[in-house]
């Protein structure tokens, strides 16, 4: 009976040995295992089991990207101004060996070496150089970072300058800089457009000039080309004209061609003539050679008319 008693709680405690020994490694989790305070291993993620007494778990590390948020160092520029600057710190462990084992307080390290750093990187610079060049002060402390961390099994991801706090006093010389400065761009603008509309009218009437003087011109080319229109219609009504006239003429020379006159009639239509030109009016006459001839050619005619009226 004392047998099965002592089988019973041996069995008992081999049981609680056993179930004291199980680990299950979380994911993104490492173990670091002691054996009688050597370092064994790195557990990772899943199921393991130690040695009771023998064998222990000594630190219990995160894989996942972590951030380490520092509180503001007060720190110099070149210029001998002091600021005071905060900065953020993203860093994952890669070894967990050399995490356990490189340094005392990983967490205290970064700080401190990140105030050391950011100290000697802002002493290199002035407030202007400071303020406008926080991505090259990010660039060089995460290089700076990254390369003394190694030998602890840290990688430093990025660094980020989070806030950066000028004295009072130059706080608000910087805003009555930033203000001068808005005011003089803004006489600048104001100047720059008054000159654009100076520019702007002189050109529109500049513009208007020369579409004035070209209506004038085209003004005159019409004129000049409705004379000229005129001009040759009149022509053409007075060549038109002569046309008639000699039409006329040549037609009346035709019917008198056609109804064969005497030269009694033809002498007669010439003393007429000269009786037209006689009228009082011209001032010279020309009397025909023949004019020794013209008392018969009267006396016919006479004879002719008394012909007539019998």
Same mark, same amino acid.
């Given at each position: ?11 008992? !405690? ?16 490492? %173990? #670091? #295992?002691? +054996? ?5 291993? *790195? ?9 009771? %007494? ?14 380490? @948020?520092?509180?503001?160092? =007060? ?13 953020? #710190?993203? %860093? ?32 290199? !610079?002035?407030?202007? =150089? *400071?303020?406008?060049? $926080?991505?090259?002060?990010? *660039?060089?402390?995460?290089?700076? /970072? @990254? ?12 660094? &980020? /300058? ?21 005011? $003089? +761009?803004?006489?600048?603008? $104001? ?7 100076? #520019? !702007? ?31 040759? +219609? +009149? ?7 002569? /046309? ?15 109804? =064969?006159?005497? &030269?009694?009639? !033809? *002498?007669? $239509?010439?003393?007429? =003539? ?19 001839? /013209? ?16």
């Amino acid at each position: 009976m004392i047998g099965w008693i002592i089988g019973g709680i041996v069995a008992f !405690l081999l049981l609680v040995i056993v179930i004291s020994g199980v680990n299950i490694v979380p994911q993104a989790r490492a %173990f #670091v #295992v002691e +054996r009688l305070g050597k370092y064994r291993g *790195t557990w990772h993620t899943g199921f393991h089991w130690k040695w009771p %007494f023998i064998e222990k778990i000594s630190k219990k590390v995160s894989l996942m990207e972590q951030v380490a @948020d520092f509180p503001p160092q =007060a720190v110099i520029t070149k210029d001998n101004v002091k600021m005071q600057v905060d900065t953020v #710190v993203f %860093f994952q462990i890669t070894d967990c060996k050399l995490y356990a084992y490189g340094v005392e307080n990983p967490m205290s390290a970064i700080e401190n070496l990140t105030a050391t750093t950011l100290r000697n990187i802002i002493g290199d !610079l002035e407030l202007d =150089a *400071t303020l406008t060049s $926080r991505d090259i002060i990010n *660039t060089k402390m995460r290089a700076i /970072l @990254d390369e003394a961390t190694d030998p602890w099994g840290i990688k430093i991801n990025r660094v &980020e /300058l989070k806030n950066i706090m000028p004295p009072k006093e130059i706080q608000d010389a910087m805003e009555k800089q930033m203000k001068a400065e808005r005011e $003089r +761009r803004e006489a600048i603008l $104001r100047a720059e457009g008054e000159k654009n509309a100076t #520019v !702007l009218v002189a050109e529109g009437k500049k513009q208007a000039m020369i579409l004035d003087a070209e209506a004038q011109k085209q003004k005159q080319i019409l004129i000049a080309e409705a004379d000229k229109e005129a001009q040759i +219609r +009149r022509a053409e009504g007075e060549a038109e004209a002569i /046309l008639k006239v000699q039409e006329a003429t040549a037609e009346g020379i035709k019917k008198i061609n056609e109804a =064969a006159p005497s &030269e009694k009639m !033809l *002498t007669l $239509r010439s003393l007429e =003539a000269f009786e037209r030109a006689a009228d009082g009016q011209a001032t010279k006459i020309i009397v025909p050679s023949n004019i020794q001839g /013209l008392a018969g050619l009267v006396t016919s005619a006479v004879e002719i008319a008394k012909t007539d009226k019998e």
